[in-house]
């Protein structure tokens, strides 16, 4: 439920705050008080395209913040989460700032958030009805909801069960679409991906193996140079005379001879007696090295033909060995599949043709389920229309088979409406005047009341065309629907404003430079005051005033 309504320098309210509560509330007022803000606000914090032209002149932005009262663990909760926010209590803010540059800053439970979260968060909390919502109810889409709203639980359950098996239709001939048009690319994708398999397989490349053969090459490609240099090196660390390991010798037998008078030296000898050792070691393996590189040139001739068949594989389907080596493992995956169109053909089409009567057997459960929706439907809006200063009106649901399926069933949904006895019923949009449509939709309201899930219901200005005693009956159809859900309606009628639970005026003052309204609440007598001022157009007419207390006493009773 919406328990607060604040609004800033929002077109023509400076500042407003209004207390909603369970119910029925009216909102009333003068022409170009400014009324229709309150709706304004409420599409703001729906989500709605800002405009800064909403913003007052004397002001750099606009506000509007809300506090709902959202159960816990709810949607709402799950989406405010998810978005950063969280609920205080059981309460949630929603925010909105408008700058009069036009950019806008949405909050939702504390967190900034996309005016998209806005959306989705107010999809489950309000619904509001305008003049151009009726408009909508002319769209077959609209009446298709309409009916699958009325038909409850088992018209969900037979169009669950019907989207399920149209889901597994549509992808059936997606895929066999694609093999069929696609065969040709797919003939000559599985000649590459053989094509090139034996060109990977002939030369059978290992892991690691490019690096192996680099190697190899190039100390195969430097043997004499290797060869020279190693025996060189062993040579110039074990000459006889000349040979750093006798020299080294020659260094440790002199230390040796001062052994044991200082630590210092003693340690040093140590050192060179183990350098003589490494020394004689090195050239020892030198030599085994130089000893042990062959002179190669078939090797050689082997490695670099070897390397060229792997280079020639990386250019290919590199850019490196393990690219080949996966393209080949991607490859072996895939072609078995491409093989196997003509079985996957003919495996797809036996289970089309299996589950297509299931789909057509979906789609007539469904129809049946809508067309038993449909007659009730008519009943009973028919019987609100007949409350609604309407009896001679007729509304026809026809449901029909569509020309094809779709994922909203194979129907074709019409509402046919006829507002007096002798005219044949025609669609909507040409059988029902606006004052027609707007108590064609209030009737439909009413009769939906215990299907919706949305708990609060906005009305801005529906009742136009509407007087009299049919005023009286919108009136009483929308404190009905208020014992269901929150509804808040913004009225030019008397009738309707005397059923409200709660009542708040717009009022407008201006000093000349600047036009400023206000909302506030109103008491009981000041109720009669405005009722009498919406009757004759002064709040000082006795008349009036009698009349105000009489209608305020029929919506009581």
Do not use: C
């Amino acid at each position: 439920m919406w328990q607060f309504l604040r609004l800033s320098s929002l077109g023509v309210i400076e500042e407003a705050e209004l207390e909603l509560g369970a119910g029925f509330s009216v909102i009333t007022g003068e022409t170009g008080a400014g009324k229709t803000m309150v709706v304004t606000a409420l599409g703001l914090l729906r989500g709605e395209r800002a405009d800064s032209g909403l913003v007052r002149i004397d002001a750099d932005r606009a506000r509007v913040e809300a506090t709902v009262a959202v159960a816990p663990g709810s949607t709402v909760d799950r989406l405010v989460t998810e978005a950063g926010g969280s609920l205080d209590d059981g309460e949630l803010v929603l925010g909105r700032v408008l700058s009069a540059q036009g950019r806008s800053r949405a909050t939702a439970g504390g967190a900034t958030v996309p005016a998209a979260v806005l959306t989705q968060v107010a999809r489950e909390l309000v619904a509001v009805h305008g003049q151009s919502d009726q408009q909508r109810l002319v769209l077959a889409s609209q009446q298709r909801e309409a009916l699958d709203t009325f038909g409850g639980d088992a018209a969900a359950k037979a169009l669950t069960a019907y989207r399920a098996t149209y889901a597994r239709w549509r992808e059936l001939q997606r895929t066999l679409v694609e093999l069929r048009d696609h065969a040709g690319e797919r003939l000559r994708e599985a000649d590459m991906l053989r094509h090139g398999l034996d060109e990977i397989n002939a030369v059978e490349p290992q892991v690691g193996e490019d690096e192996e053969l680099a190697a190899e090459e190039a100390r195969l490609a430097h043997a004499e140079s290797l060869i020279g240099a190693a025996l060189h090196a062993a040579g110039a660390l074990s000459d006889d005379e000349n040979g750093a390991a006798t020299a080294v010798a020659v260094a440790h037998q002199q230390l040796s001879g001062a052994a044991g008078h200082d630590p210092v030296l003693d340690a040093l000898a140590t050192r060179v007696a183990e350098a003589g050792i490494e020394l004689s070691d090195i050239a020892s393996e030198l030599q085994r090295y130089g000893s042990d590189i062959d002179l190669d040139p078939a090797r050689l001739a082997a490695v670099q033909e070897r390397r060229a068949a792997i280079s020639a594989l990386v250019r290919r389907y590199g850019p490196t060995l393990d690219d080949v080596l996966a393209w080949a493992r991607d490859a072996a995956e895939r072609l078995p599949e491409l093989d196997d169109d003509d079985q996957r053909i003919a495996a797809l089409e036996s289970e089309l043709a299996e589950v297509e009567p299931q789909l057509h057997t979906s789609a007539d459960r469904l129809r049946e389920v809508r067309r038993a929706a449909a007659a009730e439907l008519a009943e009973r809006v028919q019987r609100e229309l007949a409350a609604l200063s309407m009896p001679s009106a007729r509304l026809e649901v026809v449901v029909e088979p569509a020309e094809e399926l779709t994922q909203h069933g194979g129907d074709a949904i019409e509402f046919l409406f006829a507002a007096n006895s002798g005219t044949a019923p025609r669609p909507m949009s040409k059988g029902a005047s606006g004052g027609e449509l707007s108590r064609l939709m209030l009737a439909l309201e009413v009769v939906l009341a215990h299907e919706h899930t949305v708990p609060t219901l906005v009305f801005d200005e529906v009742d136009a065309g509407i007087g009299g005693k049919a005023a009286v009956e919108v009136g009483r159809r929308l404190a009905r629907l208020a014992r269901n859900a929150q509804v808040i309606a913004v009225t030019h009628l008397p009738q309707v404003a005397a059923f409200a639970d709660h009542h708040f005026v717009v009022s407008k003052s201006d000093d000349g430079a600047v036009t400023r309204s206000s909302v506030r609440r109103l008491s009981d007598d000041e109720r009669v005051d405005e009722l009498a001022r919406m009757l004759a157009g002064v709040d000082e007419s006795q008349a009036a005033q009698e009349h105000a207390r009489e209608l305020l006493d029929l919506a009581r009773r």
